[in-house]
């Protein structure tokens, strides 16, 4: 400790939380199941998804949050994340996308949408 830390009767902090990385968030990945063309897992692929993304980040995350502005780096690993999880058939989309939260908005507005319309019509 310093002089100063001490004369203050400052406990020095742990270290802090290490910054999310790939390797993390692959390992977390491999448990969310892809998600398929027709959206039929959506729902399921939603929670796991943003389980391990909240795993990686570490702290909470909400992607149907109108009012989320993610960080550079988080936005980085959402993009990631996308392309690791979606099918060969969805990812042509995604790639065109700036961002991964407008990757995300996309693949949700199509999935959202269809589940709601299925509604409708049974």
């Known amino acids: 400790m310093t002089q100063l ?4 009767n400052v406990t020095p902090l742990g270290p802090s939380p290490q910054p999310p990385n790939s390797t993390t968030l692959h390992r977390l990945l491999q448990s969310v199941p892809k998600l398929e063309v027709n959206g039929a897992d959506f729902q399921t692929w939603l929670v796991m998804f943003q389980q391990a993304l909240s795993g990686t980040l570490l702290r909470p995350i909400n992607l ?12 980085m690993f959402l993009k990631m994340a996308l392309m690791s999880t979606i099918d060969d058939g969805i990812k042509v989309g995604v790639v065109k996308c700036k961002t991964g939260l407008d990757g ?7 999935f959202t949408l269809r589940t709601q319309t299925g509604r409708l019509s049974s």
Do not use: G
């Open 5 to 8: 830390a001490q004369s203050a």
């Open 64 to 75: 149907r949050d109108k009012n989320i502005n993610p960080s550079e780096v988080e936005d």
């Open 104 to 110: 995300f908005q996309l693949i949700s507005d199509t």
